[in-house]
């Protein structure tokens, strides 16, 4: 599947972003996606997982309660939307895809994810 990410730009902190990931290549439906993010320096990160009905949400503990993980299957597109933004948000957010459905506990791993968007640049100024 190809993933185009889109929605990133620089915001004050306090502020909101929503992200995009536009899918395209296989049946948008049958699996779910996650949204993992790198800082500079740092080890890419798990920041939220979606099933492949949008029923079940799994979230890292630094984001939850402030950012929400949607899709809409009509658009074959996946949502983060990203409130009450910290500078340590900074970091570019990259949606992916497994290759497979996986379980909702294993979502958080980013070797079970088999393609990824190019990623989009978030900046949390102070």
């Known amino acids: 599947v190809q993933l185009q990410a889109s929605g990133g730009g620089l915001v004050q902190a306090g502020g909101s972003l929503r992200l995009s990931c536009a899918a395209s290549?296989?049946?948008?439906?049958?699996?779910?996606m996650g949204w993992f993010r790198q800082a500079p320096g740092k080890e890419r990160e798990f920041v939220a997982a979606i099933s492949r009905s949008g029923s079940s949400t799994r979230y890292a503990d630094s984001v939850k309660g402030r950012f929400t993980f949607s899709r809409d299957s009509a658009k074959n597109t996946v949502y983060l939307q990203m409130n009450s933004l910290k500078p340590e948000d900074t970091a570019v957010y990259y949606c992916a895809a497994p290759r497979a459905p996986i379980q909702m506990s294993r979502a958080t791993t980013a070797n079970e994810y088999y393609d990824w968007g190019q990623g989009t640049q978030v900046t949390v100024s102070s």
């Open positions: 290549g296989r049946t948008f439906s049958s699996y779910g």
